[in-house]
T-cell receptor
């Protein structure tokens, strides 16, 4: 069975500071990994995905994530936080032969002025 | 083009009643997914359709939950004898073919069982 663990249910950063949201996965087959963002009262939106190509994946809004097989991690980063980044972020895992995507519990990002 | 739409956006019902939640996927997407999101948690997989057939229904919590997609487009999630514990946001997503392809999510239906 596949699963993801997001460390930290709530992360608070100052505007302009580095954003680091942590995700560790468990999978017995090569994983596909995703980061989704959910703004208040809106649907989930894909930020970026890893599907066995380049290990450093760049997404929308300046976010990127690096797949590290040795650490079973897929942490999300952004060099400089913006107020508009405040939202709930979800890490998810699936695989080529498995369509039941598993989500983490989410990390709520707060950006302080 | 139009995204995934879900109706109703909110549904309040009484314990024991039957409810239907509808999902209109993006045109041409063969894969359709239902998830349930409880407060403070991530989406929980319920069922996956490839075309008209339920390819994986392992996430349905019990036999009170059922979903159909008779023509390979619109899907309906049906919940019988609702319980207060069924209260959650029910999310639908569609994907071009499933697998590595991006899932596009609808805004969800907030179900409240009194």
């Amino acid at each position: 069975a596949q699963s993801v663990t997001q460390l930290g249910s709530h992360v608070s950063v100052s505007e302009g500071a580095l954003v680091l949201l942590r995700c560790n996965y468990s999978s017995s087959v090569p994983p596909y990994l995703f980061w989704y963002v959910q703004y208040p009262n809106q649907g989930l939106q894909l930020l970026l995905k890893y599907t066995s190509a380049a290990t450093l994946v760049k997404g929308i809004n300046g976010f990127e994530a690096e797949f590290k097989k040795s650490e079973t991690s897929f942490h999300l980063t952004k060099p400089s936080a913006h107020m508009s980044d405040a939202a709930e972020y979800f890490c998810a895992v699936s695989s080529y032969n498995n369509n039941d995507m598993r989500f983490g519990a989410g990390t709520r990002l707060t950006v302080k002025p | 083009g139009a995204g995934v739409s879900q109706t109703p956006s909110n549904k309040v019902t009484e314990k024991g009643k039957y409810v239907e939640l509808r999902c209109d996927p993006i045109s041409g997407h063969t894969a359709l997914y239902w998830y349930r999101q409880s407060l403070g948690q991530g989406p929980e997989f319920l069922i996956y359709f490839q075309g008209t057939g339920a390819a994986d229904d392992s996430g349905l919590p019990n036999d009170r939950f059922f979903a159909v997609r008779p023509e390979g487009s619109v899907s309906t999630l049906k919940i019988q004898r609702t319980e207060r514990g069924d209260s959650a946001v029910y999310l639908c997503a569609s994907s071009l073919r499933g697998g590595r392809h991006e899932q596009f999510f609808g805004p969800g239906t907030r179900l409240t069982v009194l």
